[in-house]
């Protein structure tokens, strides 16, 4: 089982920038994937950006230029650098693990980038 826990949402003006972390706790050795997803307000859950423990990332089109996702060096926790937000980015952020195929989420963190 992998715990997951996500800190570093909150209001932001539209063109600041925030920095989200996730810590993993538990079975860390079974890690592969590790990313974002977020959830818009009558929106379905959608992928932000994902990175693989090689260090393979993956992007939105819609961040693309704009957001960064990284690893910790101990491969347990990932970081999303947001910058230049905008409106459309305002929504619940989770921190997603995939391990031996399972995903385990995180609670979740509000980001609300204000116009």
Do not use: H
């Not at 009558?42 to 994902?50: F, I, N």
């Amino acid at each position: 089982q992998v715990q997951l826990v996500e800190s570093g949402g909150g209001l932001v003006q539209a063109g600041g920038s925030l920095r989200l972390s996730c810590v993993a706790s538990g079975s860390i050795f079974g890690i592969n994937t590790m990313g974002w997803y977020r959830q818009a307000p009558g929106k379905q859950r959608e992928l932000v950006a994902s990175v693989t423990k090689g260090g393979n990332t993956e992007y939105s089109d819609s961040v693309k230029g704009r957001f960064t996702i990284s690893r910790g060096n101990a491969m347990n926790q990932v970081f999303l650098q947001m910058n230049s937000l905008k409106s459309e980015d305002t929504g619940v952020y989770y921190c997603n693990a995939v391990y031996f195929g399972m995903n385990f989420w995180g609670q979740g963190t509000q980001v609300t980038v204000s116009s």
